[in-house]
């Protein structure tokens, strides 16, 4: 049971490059989250998915994008990444009551 | 306003003292509360959670909380550290039941937990 994963571990971008974080989950729970953490910021919400086809905005959304076309799989998209995009970023996802989170996307915005 | 707030950013204890991170929350209802543990390029781990029932609970690596409704505080506690327990902490809640669409879980900001030797 592999729980949340996450590709890639560690990705490097220049100014401007486009690309998608992957999140996949196995637990079959209707909710996915995307998160970022930052030094002193704790997490912060960029963008949810209650369930499968429907997105919402979090806390930080500007800059990215989201797709939710199957269950299990919830992508987030930087379509011109900038260095204040640098961060960790985590997926979660949700069942009943309990939140469960993937290892982490370490990005860099050079 | 739906919050969460940790009130101690850093905290540091010697190895084998007793241990007390702070949560109080802000929510309508009595939400579901949780704590994760975060070690250093990890990510987050469920510690512990509390949905009903008694309100003292039992978690894994030995921490325990206590939910207290006239406080609005669910504070976590170990008697003992061990040098192993240095990580970030993290409190949260989150809504009873199944989700609503605007519905989502609140973290606070984490407490970074310093052992000393």
């Known amino acids: 049971n592999a729980g949340v994963t996450q590709t890639p571990k560690f990705q490097v971008l220049k100014t401007g490059q486009s690309m998608t974080l992957q999140c996949a989950q196995d637990m079959n729970h209707n909710s996915m989250y995307w998160y970022r953490q930052d030094p002193g910021m704790g997490l912060r919400l960029i963008y949810y998915s209650a369930s499968e086809g429907t997105t919402d905005k979090g806390e930080v959304p500007d800059g990215y994008n989201v797709s939710r076309l199957k269950k299990q799989n919830f992508l987030l998209g930087l379509e011109s990444a900038a260095p204040s995009q640098t961060s960790v970023y985590f997926c979660a996802s949700r069942g009943f009551e309990t939140q469960y989170f993937g290892p982490g996307t370490r990005l860099l915005v050079l | 306003a739906q919050s969460v707030t940790q009130p101690d950013i850093h905290i540091t204890v010697s190895e084998g003292a007793s241990l007390e991170l702070r949560c109080n929350y802000s929510?309508?209802?009595?939400?579901?509360l949780f704590w994760y543990v975060q070690s250093p390029g990890q990510g987050l781990q469920l510690l512990l959670k509390y949905f009903s029932g008694d309100t003292l609970v039992q978690g894994i690596k030995g921490f325990e909380a206590e939910f207290k409704r006239s406080q609005s505080s669910f504070n976590l506690r170990k008697p003992s550290v061990h040098w192993s327990d240095a990580a970030e902490y993290f409190c949260a809640v989150g809504p009873r039941g199944l989700m609503n669409r605007d519905d989502k879980i609140i973290f606070g900001k984490g407490t970074r937990l310093h052992i000393l030797p």
């Open positions: 929510y309508g209802a009595t939400p579901y």
